[in-house]
Structures are given as C-alpha cells and as structure tokens.
C-alpha cells in the first residue's frame, strides 16, 4: 500500500476561517481575524530577533531544524511515531513537555486527517523530521488544535515546540519488535503477513478450521500496548460461521483457518486486516483502535463442526 502524507486537515482551518470572513461580520471574526495578524507579528519579530533561519510550511507554522540525522527514517503515513517535546511561549516560558528525564515519549500513529492525539503544531513539526532528528515549529494559536487557553498559555498566544524523534516504526516493525520483546515463536506466516503462535497444537487427525465450518471459540483482543478491546473473555465462547461475510475481522479469521479444534494460539496481523486506516470509535466518539493499528488476539478452538 503506498503511503502518501495528506494534509487535507491542516486545511479545514485556514478554509472554515476564509469561509467565516466572506460571510457576514460578526464581532469574533475582527478578533480572530487581529489575533491571527498579531500572531505573524509575534512569531517573524521573534524569527529577527534570535536571527533564526525558518521556513514556512505548507501548514501555516514556521520550522527550523536543530539536529539533522540524514540517514533516519522518515515517518510516512500509517508509522507510528515516538516523540519528546518541549512546548514554551516566545518569551522561553516552558508550559508543557514529555517527560525526558525518565524517557517516557509521546507517540502517536500518522494517519492524515484521521491522526488523533496531538496538536497540530507538533504534527507539523513531526512531517519536517526523521528519525534522530530535532527541530523547533513557532506555532500560531489558530493552528494549534483549537487549544482554549491556560494561565501559562493564553488562548491566543502563539507557542514554540521543540520536537525530537525518537523512533519512527511502520506497522511491520511494530509487529516484529512485539514479538521479540514478548519471546513469542511464530509458527504460521500467512501470505497476507498474519503472525500465528501456536501454544497448543493437536493431532493432524483433528478437525481443521476451514470456511463452511462453524466453530466454538474463546478469543479476547489486544491492542499491542497490551490493553484489551474486545472479545469473549475467559467464561464465555461464541459459535463462529467461517466465511460469513462481515462476522470478525479477516485478519482474525484468516488466523483461525490456520487452527485445529482444540488449539490455543496468538495472532497477530496488520490494520490492513483489522480496522485500516480509519479505526474504531465508540458510540460516543472515544477511539476503540486508532487508525492503522496492528492487532493481537488470543484464541481458543473448542470444537469445529
């Protein structure tokens, strides 16, 4: 699948405030309106006086680079990201950051417009950089998520990030450092790159999963960050038609068909084969699984009929 960086919302900004200003006045254009103007100022008077070298981007937000690590990996859409940050006012005063000191980053999976968890000045600053590298985004408070303001940060007040990355995996990384770090042992590779881990196998002779069969099935599902999200859970099972259209997710049931009645096994498989690149959310809108997410289930095949 090709990856292909959209920035189509960075756009709905700049063309819900355009859309705003040809309609009729009210008195919240003229102040958004002087804010924006006085936030250019800010940031350019701020550029000149520390004779920064910045560029502006596509974006709106102005990037200069303070590390550079040419042969890092550049993060594309569907990677996701490790991140620290220090956030601070033009006037050096710090109001947010990770927490560098016990080297606990941010991360956030890149998915366009459907990216979630970060504002957009630090997503700005990420799409400049690579792996390794560091750099800083002056950031006009219109472009900054829509923040409402704080006693550190007023709500018009533009911010300076300075970003560093600290590690850029794509989904097949994700997956092959989780089963490192977990000592997992794959036993099928599937051609469409599903990771199967058998943890109790039976005889040849036992009925195999195959599309037609119904089965009983004890699954939970995991995020990799080892959450759960779904499943049937230890006191329950669920009779499953093999090739029902819409029942799980391929990737779930493309794992099973690799299984015997009365195997246990973990699988795990990309997004592609989950919820893709735009996940799941609740009724209420909170994210179930966020955009190109890698997903594990653990199984348990009671009978296949």
């Known amino acids: 699948m090709m990856k292909k960086t959209n920035h189509l919302f960075w756009l709905a900004i700049p063309l819900t405030v355009s859309a705003l200003l040809t309609g009729c006045e009210q008195p919240g254009e003229a102040l958004t309106t002087r804010k924006q103007r006085e936030n250019e100022a800010e940031i350019l008077t701020y550029i000149s006086q520390n004779n920064i070298n910045a560029t502006k981007t596509d974006q709106g937000v102005w990037f200069f680079r303070i590390k550079a690590n ?3 990996q550049t993060p ?8 620290h940050y220090v956030a601070r006012r033009l006037d050096g005063v710090v109001v947010d950051s990770t927490n560098t000191l016990s080297d606990i980053p941010a991360s956030v999976i890149l998915a366009s417009g459907n990216t979630t968890g970060i504002t957009l000045g630090k997503y700005a600053a990420i799409l400049q950089l690579k792996q390794g590298e560091t750099g800083s985004v002056l950031v006009p408070a219109s472009l900054d998520g829509g923040r409402v303001g704080s006693l550190l940060l007023p709500q018009y007040s533009p911010v300076r990030y300075d970003v560093r990355i600290v590690s850029v995996r794509t989904e097949k990384q994700q997956i092959e450092n989780y089963i490192r770090t977990n000592n997992l042992i794959v036993t099928t590779l599937t051609s469409d790159s599903i990771r199967v881990i058998k943890t109790l196998t039976q005889p040849t002779d036992s ?9 009983k099935v004890n699954y ?3 995020r990799l960050d080892g959450s759960t999200f779904d499943g049937t859970y230890a006191a329950t099972s669920r009779d499953l038609q093999i090739g029902a259209q819409g029942v799980v997710l391929p990737g779930l049931e493309n794992g099973l068909k690799t299984l015997r009645a009365g195997e246990k096994a973990t699988i795990i498989f990309p997004s592609l084969l989950g919820y893709g690149n735009i996940g799941s959310r609740a009724q209420n809108g909170a994210i179930i699984i966020a955009p190109y997410s890698p997903i594990r289930y653990d199984v348990q095949v009671f009978s296949v009929k």
């Open 70 to 72: 040419p042969t890092g």
């Open 76 to 83: 594309l859409t569907g990677d996701e990201v490790r991140y």
């Open 207 to 215: 009925a195999a999963v195959a599309v037609g069969k119904t089965i």
């Open 220 to 222: 939970t599902g995991y």
